[in-house]
Antibody
């Protein structure tokens, strides 16, 4: 079965940094692009970033461009999101999702607060 | 960015009703429109891809239609397990924006 398991969330102070991970299993991770999507409390879904299978193509939402970096380690079947200069409005559940959004992880919660 | 407008914001229905949820794009997106269901405290689940393509494991009462700017998700005879939020998303251009969602609730 396909599994995507996010980790790395927690409480971070404004201006701080955090790195999220998404461990993939049950499919050929290296063959698929991957996304990060977030959802602020009681809000809708916001697409955050995309990385192609070989990392050659990367896109970001304007709200995170210049602050967040998406990357992947194909041999380790892991997707990452490095977040810097965090703001209160980055508080959300962060999901990783497969390239066609067929599969989603359970999410990891990031809270940015002093 | 492409803006997706979903309506209504809330739909109150009785089990057994058939319903239609709307998603309108701010510009043509061909058939690059996908529908998701999200229940409380769960991850989103893909229901329909590319406007009308069914997904393995999704009940046949869910169907999608539309192209260009106007899209519809139809649920034929709502069941109690269908209550929750429904989101549309476009993959025609970056960023892959989502609509604000329609809440399907019990009347």
């Amino acid at each position: 079965d396909v599994q995507l398991v996010e980790s790395g969330g927690g409480l971070v102070q404004p201006g701080g940094s955090r790195k999220l991970s998404c461990a993939a299993s049950g499919f050929t991770f290296s063959s698929f692009g991957m996304h990060w999507v977030r959802q602020a409390p009681e809000k809708g879904l916001e697409w955050v970033a995309y990385i192609s299978s070989g990392s050659s193509t990367i896109y970001y939402a304007d709200t995170v461009k210049g602050r967040f970096t998406i990357s992947r380690d194909n041999p380790k079947n892991t997707l990452f999101l490095q977040m810097t200069s965090l703001r209160s409005e980055d508080t959300a559940m962060y999901y990783c999702a497969s390239g066609n959004f067929d599969y989603w992880g359970q999410g990891t919660t990031l809270t940015v607060s002093s | 960015d492409i803006v997706l407008t979903q309506s209504p914001a809330t739909l109150s229905v009785t089990p057994g009703d058939s319903v239609s949820l709307s998603c309108r794009a701010s510009q043509s997106i061909s058939n690059n429109l996908h529908w998701y269901q999200q229940k409380s405290h769960e991850s989103p689940r893909l229901l329909i891809k590319y406007a009308s393509q069914s997904i393995s494991g999704i009940p046949s009462r869910f169907s999608g239609s539309g192209s260009g700017t106007d899209f519809t998700l139809s649920i034929n005879s709502v069941e109690t397990e269908d209550f929750g939020m429904y989101f549309c998303q476009q993959s025609n251009s970056w960023p892959h924006t989502f609509g604000a969602g329609t809440k399907l609730e019990l009347k």
